[in-house]
């Protein structure tokens, strides 16, 4: 069936960086792709960014362009997301979610993953 | 960029009751490309409604989703059990795309 795994949750100290990864299965990864979005406690969920499954062009939110970097591996069928230079308000569940073209809504998700940053 | 209000944060109300619920857009929502999901505890969001009006697969048509403009609104016109939830509408006519801040419906 279609569906994107997640790695597991990690525990950072502020400053360091986190990689996640979004293994997807069930569908041609190379015609999606991947955003990754990120939910803190209580909140909505926030777009961060996407990947294209099929030449791995990006487009990152301003709130975190510079500090994100999405990539995609098309041997895998995987999608990566890594954050640097983490703070306590970069805790939050990260999801990745199959997008299309980058521009509509989210018809698959991850099962989340939960990053923590604490000194 | 486009901030989406909804309302109101939590609804009271019974298995079989009808639940309305309300998303309101600072700003007018290009093509009515909304969405519209449910959350349950532990669980990432479910798609249920693209395009302000159309079931995702799968979704039982007790759930329905209208509006244009600033205004959409998502039905469910019978609860069942496994409703009660949190739902969060998306816009996507403009970048970047935002959420709103969730409606609990929970079990009165």
């Known amino acids: 069936q279609v569906q994107l795994v997640q790695s597991g949750g990690e525990v950072k100290k502020p400053g360091a960086s986190v990689k996640v990864s979004c293994k997807a299965s069930g569908f041609t990864f190379m015609s999606y792709g991947i955003s990754w979005l990120r939910q803190a406690p209580g909140q909505g969920p926030e777009w961060m960014g996407w990947t294209s499954g099929f030449n791995g062009n990006t487009k990152y939110a301003q709130k975190v362009q510079g500090r994100v970097t999405m990539t995609t591996d098309t041997s895998t069928n995987t999608a990566y997301m890594e954050l640097r230079s983490l703070r306590s308000d970069d805790t939050a569940v990260y999801y990745c979610?199959?997008?299309?073209?980058?521009?509509?809504?989210?018809?698959?998700w991850g099962q989340g993953t939960l990053v923590t940053v604490s000194s | 960029e486009i901030v989406l209000t909804q309302s109101p944060g939590t609804l009271s109300l019974s298995p079989g009751e009808r639940a309305t619920l309300s998303c309101r857009a600072s700003q007018s929502v290009s093509n009515s490309f909304l969405a519209w999901y449910q959350q349950k505890p532990g669980q990432a969001p479910r798609l249920l409604i693209f395009?302000?009006?159309n079931r995702a697969t799968g979704i039982p048509n007790r759930f329905s989703g209208s509006g244009s403009g600033t205004d959409f609104t998502l039905t469910i016109s019978r609860l069942e059990a496994e409703d009660f939830a949190v739902y969060y509408c998306?816009?996507?006519?403009?970048?970047?795309?935002?959420f709103g801040q969730g409606t609990k419906v929970e079990v009165k």
């Open positions: 998306q816009q996507y006519g403009s970048s970047p795309r935002t």
């Open positions: 395009g302000a009006s």
């Open positions: 979610a199959r997008d299309r073209f980058g521009e509509r809504n989210f018809d698959i």
